[in-house]
Structure formats: C-alpha cells, structure tokens
C-alpha cells in the first residue's frame, strides 16, 4: 500500500501510545519512522517490530543506565533505539566533543538514525553511525548510506559507533509518499486502538454509537 508520509506518522504515533510510550516519545517514534520511511526503509515493520518486543516492558529496562559511560548499555541487555536515539539527541554537544558515543545491544539499530538528523541540526555538522559493516550518515536533511545494506534489517546490533562530526557521501533524497505493507500496518493498528475508550453507557447517552437503545 502507498500511504502519504503524514499518514505514515500519524498512525505511528497513534500505535507507540497505544504501546504504553509517553505522548513525547511516541511522536518521536512517529516522526522516526515517517523519516526513515521517506528514505525508502520500512519504518512501519521496524516499529511494529519493536513494539511488540518491547510491549508492557517497563521503559528503565531498556534505557541507558548511564549517559556518562563509555559505553551506553540497558539493564534488560536490550536497549530501546527509540529512548537511546532520544538521549543521543539530547547529548549532541557531549557527542561533538567525545567525538564518538558506542551504544551495546541496541534492537533494531535503524530506528535510532533518524534522532541523528536532530543532534546533527543541532550541532550544525553532519553525524554518523556503523554498525556490523553498514555506515550511515545525516545532515538532518539528506541521507547517506554506505557499506552492507543487508544488516539494515537486523532485529539486534551488538555494537553501535555514533561520530561527530562525519563525512556525506553517497546522499539520498526524500520521497513524499512510501510504500508500506498491509502486514505492518495491521500491526500497527492493533496497538492504534488501545488509545480508543471503550464504549459505557455514559457515552453511548452522550452520543456515542447507537445509545442504550440499538433499533437499526
């Protein structure tokens, strides 16, 4: 299916609430996946896939344990990308003058991207990240990726090297629709309608549905 890239964003945000995200992240996760989708990734299957490893899972499980480290690492041995790349944003100025920031066991690596394009605007230089052999890299803007693109998908990255500032070679340019698979959105619905009230009698009096009475 094609979907405009609001379409693309609004289902996600509505999808990372009903998953138990706070509002602020999960327009967050929404606007990652919206970016990755206009890159040509499949932002929807990436998400639908964290959520559901993530799904009820207290969110200091899977959340750096220290910004300060060398190493970011989660207490669960699996670290959020989305709450990782949120905190990688916010560290910009501590990642420009490291140079480099490495994150361990970060679930599906590239939803952690887009949040570089934010610390990259921040900063005013382009950032970088490898992983497994692929290397990607972004103004906030444009996109580069180079390397082995088949590890783009992978559900774990052992080892994630964050660098400011970076290189861009290779860019790709937006698109303002994207494909999507029906799977992945179906997915993403059923968590959507967790952020829907459940009908009472209260409500149907009020206007909701057919009232007390359905005579249709």
Do not use: Y
Not at 55 to 64: A, E, G, L, N, Y
Not at 143 to 159: E, P, Y
Not at 203 to 212: D, F, I, T, V
Request: hydrophobic share 45%.
């Amino acid at each position: 299916m094609s979907h405009s890239l609001n379409e693309i964003e609004a289902m996600s945000k509505r999808a990372a609430r009903g998953a138990g995200l706070s509002w602020g992240l999960a327009e967050e996760a929404a606007k990652g996946t919206r970016w990755l989708s206009a890159f040509g990734f499949p932002g929807t299957d990436l998400l639908a896939d964290l959520l559901e490893m993530n799904d009820r899972i207290p969110p200091i499980d899977v959340s750096p344990v220290s910004l300060r480290a060398p190493v970011w690492h989660a207490p669960a041995r699996r670290m959020s990308p989305l709450i990782a790349g949120a905190s990688l944003s916010d560290c910009a100025m501590r990642l420009m003058e490291r140079g480099t920031i490495a994150m361990e066991n970060i679930c599906f690596p590239l939803l952690s991207v887009p949040f570089m394009g934010g610390a990259a605007q921040r900063l005013g230089h382009p950032v970088a990240t490898e992983w497994a052999g692929a290397r990607l890299a972004t103004d906030g803007r444009q996109l580069c990726v180079q390397g082995d693109t088949t590890v783009l998908r992978a559900r774990m990255a052992d080892q994630m090297v964050f660098t400011a500032p970076a290189r861009m070679t290779g860019r790709r340019e937006p698109v303002l629709r994207a494909d999507v698979s029906v799977e992945s959105w179906q997915r993403l619905s059923t968590f959507a309608h967790r952020t829907f009230a459940p009908a009472t009698d209260d409500s149907r009096l009020r206007g909701a549905g057919a009232g007390l009475s359905d005579n249709d």
